[in-house]
């Protein structure tokens, strides 16, 4: 696993990244749309992995190809009868209007159920616990008062060992003004309590409320919770992790000209995968799985958007299409999903145009 992390912070880590981490969360969103097509009675032609032109195929079934493609940037389905027209019983254009929506929806709940499977695992097997590392004490604050030095570790607050995949200094801010109980550990490793009153946010300013500077977040073995606890906390970051992208929506115009050091607002591809693996050692297996989980509950959201091709844009023309009628509804939903496709590469051009300019320096 080392070496499999250092190669994945070498030159070819950006490309593995998206090989090993973006891709198979994108292949299993189009294996939701295969699984649910299949269960409605809708044939599928063909499975790729990747995008054209065909490098092989790898399985033939009795009515499904599936393929590997040379562009190794996703995946797709091709169902069969997708043409306008078509009178094949078990193809897509005979399929009824709730067989279709199911199938466009299913792809985003295995990416949320992804999402949640992978945050199951990292608050319950593979938790760990984490210890602050503190780089520095300030003079005259609460942590210098009681004691506290540069180089100590703080395992847990009142009792409550820290998350080392969660943020612990929001549980410090969120208990600014009272008395709270810290487990030190010093640089010989020896343990103690200390109880102090932290400063209260006015007092804080932007000093901090313990007045402390972080070195590290130190990973220090497992983390045990009961099941109940595992569920609820899984849950709550899915969901946490979901909402995280549609923020990032709301800056995405400035994403492309912001400066080198605040980075874009919203990251694609390429920024992803350059961050991914620019901190893939320090991250380690755990981190590079919450990143996954991250990227599922986020491609689960961004698809729920009605703009065409995202699932929920083809959700929205389906549903256009069955209330306009006829001829008219046939061609606006092709207007839309034409219209949808352009701006979609335009959206990716846009947010590509920024992770370059964060990459190289770049930014206006």
């Not at 994945?8 to 198979?24: K, N």
């Not at 020896?190 to 009153?197: A, C, D, G, H, K």
């Not at 006829?326 to 939903?333: A, C, M, S, W, Y």
Request: charged share 15%.
């Amino acid at each position: 696993m080392t070496e499999l992390l250092a190669l994945v912070g070498g030159v070819l880590g950006p490309f593995l990244v998206l090989l090993l981490l973006v891709v198979p969360l994108i292949v299993v969103h189009e294996l939701g749309h295969f699984i649910v097509a299949r269960r409605r009675g809708i044939a599928v032609e063909e499975f790729g992995i990747g995008f054209p032109p065909r490098v092989a195929v790898l399985h033939r079934g009795a009515r499904t190809l599936l393929t590997l493609n040379a562009l190794p940037f996703g995946g797709f389905v091709r169902m069969a009868g997708a043409t306008e027209g078509s009178s094949e019983p078990d193809g897509w254009e005979r399929a009824s209007l709730t067989s279709k929506v199911l199938v466009m929806l299913a792809g985003v709940v295995v990416n949320l159920l992804v999402a949640f499977a992978l945050m199951f695992a990292l608050a319950g097997p593979l938790a760990e616990r984490g210890e602050l590392l503190l780089a520095d004490v300030q003079p005259g604050s609460p942590a210098a008062n009681a004691g506290i030095l540069p180089g100590e570790r703080i395992s847990s607050l009142n009792g409550v060992p820290f998350d080392r995949f969660e943020t612990p200094l929001v549980g410090l801010r969120e208990a600014a003004g009272t008395d709270v109980q810290l487990t030190i550990l010093s640089s010989a490793n020896v343990p103690r309590e200390i109880t102090l009153r932290l400063r209260t946010i006015e007092e804080a300013a932007d000093q901090g409320v313990l007045g402390i500077s972080i070195a590290d977040l130190l990973p220090a073995g497992p983390l045990e919770r009961p099941v109940t606890d595992v569920v609820r906390l899984a849950a709550a970051r899915t969901i946490e992790a979901g909402g995280a992208i549609i923020g990032g929506l709301a800056d995405l115009f400035s994403a492309p000209f912001r400066s080198a050091e605040e980075g874009p607002a919203l990251s694609g591809p390429v920024g992803i995968a350059v961050g991914v693996a620019g901190a893939a050692e320090r991250l380690g297996f755990s981190g590079l799985l919450q990143i996954a989980a991250l990227l599922s509950a986020n491609l689960a959201i961004l698809n729920l958007l009605p703009i065409p091709p995202l699932d929920g844009g083809r959700v929205a023309a389906l549903l256009l299409r069955r209330a306009l009628g006829g001829e008219r509804g046939r061609k606006v939903e092709q207007a839309l999903v034409t219209v949808g496709a352009l701006a979609m590469l335009l959206l990716f051009f846009w947010i590509t145009l920024g992770d370059l300019a964060t990459v190289f320096g770049g930014g206006a």
